[in-house]
Nanobody, 117 residues
């Protein structure tokens, strides 16, 4: 089993990034998938979750209207589209199996997102 994130990097305030997470070794469509983030000195927090078939999503209040979570069960991938990025979005972003509607039982290795001018 493996979750591999990609798409992080350095972006200016107001910019956009799209994170992707590829899943291997399990039946992807059987699981809720989520994105979490952890900023330096802070606890890990949930950013967004998406139900197994993608019909329901949940977003943290801090990212509503700016971030979108989506999934492609045919390609075993989940994405996080991040727009209007702010410096406070700077964090390591983790792909997670599970979340919001149930416990997380597997984590990716994380990808760094830095929002700075």
């Amino acid at each position: 089993e493996q979750l591999v994130e990609s798409g992080g990097g350095l972006v200016q305030p107001g910019g956009s990034l799209k994170l992707s997470c590829a899943a291997y070794g399990f039946t992807f469509s059987n699981y809720v998938m989520s994105w979490y983030r952890q900023a330096p000195g802070k606890e890990r927090e949930m950013v967004a979750s998406i139900s197994r078939l993608g019909g329901n999503t949940n977003l943290a209040d801090s990212v509503k209207g700016r971030f979108t979570i989506s999934r492609d069960n045919a390609k075993n991938t989940v994405h996080l589209q991040m727009n209007s990025l702010k410096p406070e979005d700077t964090a390591v972003y983790y792909c997670a199996r599970g979340g919001y509607w149930g416990p997380v039982n597997y984590w990716g290795q994380g990808t760094q997102v830095t929002v700075s001018s």
